[in-house]
């Protein structure tokens, strides 16, 4: 190895890789699944790591965070830290699964290879398709490389608008999925498109984010933007279409654009709406007689992100909780110890808690104490609840405000699709428990990656398929805004779980 290059191994994924000399822990740790949430202000403590061998200058972020005694014991701040040496690093994030979209469709009578891409705030999922079939021919997943900028939009905006360079990693990192995808077939790829909120398609495309980093969050560049392979650096031909498709409105990405097609929305008779929760809420409903669309600033809570012992659904977190002959019981991703607690668990120990009233209906814990046990070391502080409850209102008060506008009720809703990983893998009892949604249990369902599915749906089409009048609704210029939500701030109370 080069006296320039020092030798960074991580567990217990068992990984090794080579960095500069010098280089930061924050340019190197991304694409093995450690977060930085606050986008290496080193304010969070989320990107901590633990030295096993070698050693790492302690800062002064780091002895704001740590005790002496964690100190002592190999405890860092990763995004502070920069390798001087060969180090053995035992990591906080292990393996996470990326969600993806593994059916194939009609061909629409295109003829060679197509890739469609869900380009998401955390995670990418991409796939390559035989147009003429639409036969799922290669799957491919990674973690978003922005994600050393901080773990969600807003970190990235703010990071963007200082001169970070936001668009070039996210490039370069699909020009490595594409060539692993293509296999050695990259010639024959004719089509990609690409789909994801908002920020995600400005990042993309190089366009000024400063619109979307304030109220009323009103971008002029919501269209459609299309590349070329050459000034994208892809290994595709000079006649491939590549085109990222338009956003809907300020924070309503083409992710929902690709999900109202993905669940039928413009076809359907009756009203349904399509909810993707996470930290920017998106919520449509309607039908072929028009949709109505807003998002809503639910905050990181969905993906534990201001939550004490949060992270992200991988190794060593909770994702499920239950209330057992009056017992917290819970079930932690890989059967190993628990060492946090993901969205899906938060909102399930919370519903437990209400049912068995150890959490009252107000948000505070019935016996007086600031912490509310789940599965040791695991504890919600008071603090998390009120996250949740942030979160939830959010949802629920966007989705009431949706239906008055729309002039319906609740009742004439005829079916909820749950969209993306959070709504995925948590569960709509909970949820329901929670008051997040206000729904008959059985017009709800999880629909998977939808922004995917959708995206391989407009791939095939010959020409984007009719859409109904869509109109983005500013739930932040609605005056009632304020009072639903907080009407909707308390939880439901026992008899929810008669």
Known sequence: MSAERVRIQLEPLSVAVEAPRGASLASVL?????????????????????????????????????????????????????????????CGQWHMDVLTDNSGLSGAGKSGLGIAI????????????????????????DLNPQASFGSDVMSRVRAALHGADLRSVVRIALRRMIRKLAGGREGEIAEVVLVGNTVMHHLFAGLDVEPLSHAPFHSPHLGEQCFTAQ???????????????????????SDILAGIHAVGMPAAEKLMALIDLGTNGEIAIGNCRGIVCASTAAGPAFEAGSIHMGMRAATGAIARVSLQDGKMRAAVIGDVEARGICGSGLVDAVAAGLESGAILSSGRIADGTKAFP?????????????????????????????????????????????????????????????GMLEMPRERIHAAGNTALRGAKI??????????????????????????????RMTFPGAESYV
């Open 30 to 90: 991304p694409q093995f699944g450690l977060e930085f949430p606050c986008g290496g202000t080193g304010l969070c403590g989320g990107c901590r790591v633990r030295v096993l061998a070698g050693s790492l200058q302690v800062t002064d972020q780091d002895r704001s965070l740590f005790s002496e005694t964690e100190l002592a014991g190999g405890w860092r701040l990763a995004c502070q830290a920069c390798a001087e040496m060969p180090l053995v690093l035992e």
């Open 118 to 141: 869900d380009l998401g705030t955390t995670t990418i999922a991409a796939q390559m398709i035989d147009m003429s079939t639409g036969s799922v021919l290669a799957v491919e997943t």
């Open 231 to 253: 000034e994208l650096e892809w290994p595709l031909p000079p006649s491939c279409r590549i085109r990222f498709l338009r956003c809907l409105g300020g924070f309503v990405g």
């Open 374 to 434: 789940v599965q040791a070391p695991v504890v919600l502080y008071q603090s998390d609840i009120r996250e949740l409850q942030l979160a939830k209102s959010a949802i629920a008060s966007g989705f009431r405000l949706l239906i008055k506008h729309l002039g319906v009720a609740a009742g004439d809703i005829q079916s909820v699709s749950l969209a993306g990983a959070f709504g995925n893998y948590v569960q709509i009892d909970s949820a329901i428990g929670v």
């Open 458 to 487: 407009l791939l095939l089409s010959a020409s984007e398929p009719v859409l109904p009048e869509v109109e983005h609704v500013s739930l932040a210029a609605d005056s009632g805004f304020q009072d639903e939500f907080v009407k």
